[in-house]
């Protein structure tokens, strides 16, 4: 008896919980798709739509061709966070890698104490962006004038988010899905910026 009590409070406080998180998913599952159909209009690609579950494990997604590539835009799960992911898959088999995304207060400090921080000799471009690769001189030369005023122009579009590219895969995450696919105009930036940037890597193979 002293055990049956313990466990029916427990149970007690457990559905409720279970009930608010599934709303929640549901909620955010349902946003999600919006988002993706209205982002959708422009961009023409497949679109996934899961069964919607007590408690979604999948999110709506989108894939296709874009302009010769598959592009993806995806919700990735990691533990308890859901990440977005817009793909471009280069195909490519060169080992070349980078990572690109705003710079903070921290990597100022890092750069200080002696972290590698790529620089174009463009001042206003170096003092916003953290760039890093393991070829330093083919990232300078990809991130030429117009790549490096598209990513001026839409600075936004870095605010938590991050670029990379590893393993022929070009990247860019964010781990607050609905922040950015509410915003389609920020979206199509992104998808904009990652083309820039798939051709000038096109160019410098």
């Known amino acids: 008896m ?8 427990i149970a007690l406080l457990l559905i409720p919980a279970l009930a608010l998180s599934s709303r929640f998913e549901k909620k955010r599952f349902l946003a999600l798709e919006d988002a993706m159909q209205v982002l ?56 070349f890698s980078f990572t690109l995304r705003e710079q903070t207060s921290l990597d100022n400090i890092g750069i200080l104490a002696g972290e590698k921080d790529i620089e174009t000799k463009d001042k206003v471009f170096d003092r916003k962006f953290f ?4 070829l330093p001189d083919k990232m300078i030369q990809i991130l030429n004038e117009n790549c490096r005023q598209f990513a001026l122009q839409h600075y ?7 670029i990379t590219l590893e393993k ?7 781990y607050s899905p609905i ?3 509410n915003n389609k105009d920020k ?9 820039v940037l798939e051709e000038n890597i096109r160019a410098k193979n």
């Open 131 to 134: 760039v890093s690769s393991n």
């Open 156 to 162: 936004v579009i870095f605010e938590k988010g991050i």
């Open 168 to 174: 022929g895969k070009l990247q860019y995450k964010h």
């Open 40 to 95: 959708n209009e422009n961009l023409q690609l497949s679109f996934k739509k899961p069964e919607l579950k007590f408690l979604p494990t999948e999110f709506p997604s989108l894939k296709g061709t874009y302009k010769g590539f598959e592009l993806a835009i995806f919700i990735e799960t990691t533990h308890k966070n859901k990440c977005l992911v817009i793909e471009l898959d280069l195909g490519q088999t060169e080992d």
């Open 2 to 9: 002293s055990i049956v009590i313990p466990v029916i409070l």
């Open 187 to 195: 979206t199509l930036n992104i998808v904009d910026f990652l083309d």
């Open 179 to 181: 922040f950015v696919l």
